[in-house]
């Protein structure tokens, strides 16, 4: 039997080193490629040593950034060397949705977007850019084949704002596991003892600076641990300068080696997510499947995610009110709640097997 080839776009590349899409296809590639002949398309500065093939799909390289203004660019010229030769396009994200009513009538590959929460939310962007990514949604909506929303209230969102069904998929979480903390002591001095953890960009709709300014002020017995982009931009560099020194704050650039990661995840007393835009998001449901009790700012996306089993906060007080209570707060049912509904839902391969179907059904 022939395989449907499959085209897979929009993020930096695999095997992954970046962020929650390029962990999506990296995990994805552990079954995808049964089923499909997979291409996916890769940064080409991003990988300097350039595979031929991984796990079974074909990678291809543009010369463009995968992220920021290029990332149209990016997006576009991948649309364009795939639509002619492949069944399904998985284009992730709508930076390059500008192309898809202009090669529709050229192909008949199947289009699927997946819109990645409101991107054209986000505080980072500038008038400009916040119009621009509203426009690329409607059209990426209006002329997908099919949309994918990765959480209840997004695809409530597409048929309110579209009138369009979506299919609802998540992200997978059993990827990472818990790592013991003995051999990292000496460099993580802190392991043993509690502390709140947060791993996330730098951005202001992830609320650092509030989570930040709320341990300067509350003296809990535990330092707040944070790993982020902290020189990606002017806004995580005042900060790191802000809050770098402060007695009860620890600050990290980012960790790539995932065992490193994952032992700072999965021994803290408490993980903080401070998210405010977009859907599910990969680094919560991570938290989840490593069984950490979680507080999370309270906006619809997070509670869908966490199924109103986590603590959430709305603002400074309420934040510093938690924190406050912190060992007084019920860990146990949070951990056995958070940890069953991530293994029951987050998995790769029920994840992966949503995607399967979806390209059968369109």
């Known amino acids: 039997m022939i395989k449907k080839k499959l085209a897979i776009l929009g993020i930096v590349g695999v095997p992954a080193n970046y962020g929650g899409f390029e962990t999506l296809v990296d995990n994805l590639l552990d079954l995808l490629p049964k089923f499909f002949d997979v291409t996916v398309f890769c940064e ?5 040593e350039k595979l031929e093939t991984y796990k079974g799909a074909k990678l291809v390289y543009v010369n463009w950034k995968a992220n920021g203004a290029q990332s149209i660019l990016y997006d576009s010229i991948s649309l364009l060397k795939s639509y002619k030769s ?10 390059g949705a500008i192309m898809i009513p202009l090669i529709k009538t050229f192909t ?3 289009i699927v977007t ?15 850019a916040k119009k621009f990514l509203k426009f690329s949604e409607r059209l990426a909506v209006t002329f997908s084949d099919s949309v ?7 695809q409530n969102y597409v048929t309110e704002e579209y009138g369009k069904d979506s299919f609802l998929i998540a992200y997978g979480a059993n990827h990472v596991s818990s790592v013991e903390p003995g051999p990292y002591q000496k460099k993580f001095s802190f392991l043993g003892s509690p502390y709140v953890f947060t791993v996330c960009r730098i951005e202001p709709e992830n609320n650092v600076e509030m989570q930040l300014r709320a341990f300067r002020e509350c003296e809990i017995g535990m330092p707040y641990v944070v790993v982020g982009n902290w020189n990606a931009n002017d806004y995580g560099m005042k900060l790191y300068h802000e809050y770098s020194k402060v007695h009860n704050i620890i600050l990290y650039n980012p960790i790539y080696e995932m065992e490193e990661l994952n032992v700072l995840r999965s021994n803290s007393f408490f993980y903080l997510h401070g998210h405010s835009a977009g859907g599910t998001n990969p680094s919560l449901v991570e938290a989840m499947y ?3 009790p979680v507080i999370a700012y309270g906006v619809n996306y997070n509670i869908e995610t966490t199924f109103g089993k986590a603590l959430y906060f709305n603002d ?6 938690l924190l406050f209570q912190i060992r007084e707060l019920d ?3 949070m951990i056995e709640d958070l940890s069953k509904l991530a293994k029951k839902n987050y998995s790769w391969k029920a994840i992966t097997k949503k995607y399967v179907k979806m390209f059968k059904l369109i």
């Open 86 to 95: 492949h069944d399904h396009i998985l284009l992730l994200g709508v930076s």
């Open 290 to 292: 490593l069984g950490l």
């Open 331 to 333: 860990r146990a049912a």
């Open 316 to 321: 400074f007080v309420e934040l510093k009110t």
């Open 148 to 154: 994918i929303s990765d959480n209840k209230h997004i």
């Open 114 to 128: 997946h819109i990645d929460g409101l991107e054209w939310k986000r505080d980072k962007w500038g008038w400009f």
């Open 108 to 110: 008949q590959a199947k």
């Open 44 to 48: 080409s500065k991003s990988y300097p």
